[in-house]
Nanobody
Framework: QVHLVESGGGLVQAGGSLRLSCVAS????????MGWYRQAPGKQRELVAV???????NYGDSVKDRFTISSDNTGTTVYLQMNSLKPEDTAVYYC??????????RGQGTQVTVSS
């Protein structure tokens, strides 16, 4: 099992920045990807950003050039630097780890609210 805990969410004005962190504990082996997803009220969950074990990153179209995903060199912490935040970025942000076997682990989420 992998236990994930997100932090760093909060209330910020449009144009501001936040940095989310996700710390993993448990049996952290064979992790293929670490990523961030978000879900706003009444909307489907969407990919924000993902990084694989080789360091390759992928971003959702709506956050490209504004958000940056990174991880520490232990492979247990993943970050999401969010700049130039917009009201439409308001959502619950979830961290997700995926093993090579396809098992997914998700945290409880952290609320990000961007005021206009």
């Amino acid at each position: 099992q992998v236990h994930l805990v997100e932090s760093g969410g909060g209330l910020v004005q449009a144009g501001g920045s936040l940095r989310l962190s996700c710390v993993a504990s448990g049996i952290i082996v064979s992790i293929n990807t670490m990523g961030w997803y978000r879900q706003a009220p009444g909307k489907q969950r969407e990919l924000v950003a993902v990084i694989n074990s080789g360091g390759t990153t992928n971003y959702g179209d709506s956050v490209k050039d504004r958000f940056t995903i990174s991880s520490d060199n232990t492979g247990t912490t993943v970050y999401l630097q969010m700049n130039s935040l917009k009201p439409e970025d308001t959502a619950v942000y979830y961290c997700q780890f995926r093993r090579l076997t396809g098992e997914d682990y998700r945290g409880q989420g952290t609320q990000v609210t961007v005021s206009s």
